[in-house]
């Protein structure tokens, strides 16, 4: 979710904002303290523009 939202030049606290959310748990959700709902999760895919199942890919580590 971080490399999406960064792309977009998007702070945590606009993601957190726009998704209805705390800051705070948009900085646990980046440093795997908690999992997100699918009901949560579905809104994080609508404000970044991409599928649900996108953010629960992991990133390519290259």
Do not use: W
């Amino acid at each position: 979710m971080r490399a999406l939202r960064q792309a977009r030049k998007m702070s945590q606290e606009e993601l957190a904002h726009r998704a209805s959310v705390d800051r705070t748990y948009i900085s646990s959700l980046e440093r795997c303290v908690y999992s997100p709902s699918i009901e949560v999760l579905d809104r994080f895919a609508a404000v970044l523009g991409v599928e649900p199942a996108d953010l629960l890919r992991k990133p390519n580590k290259e």
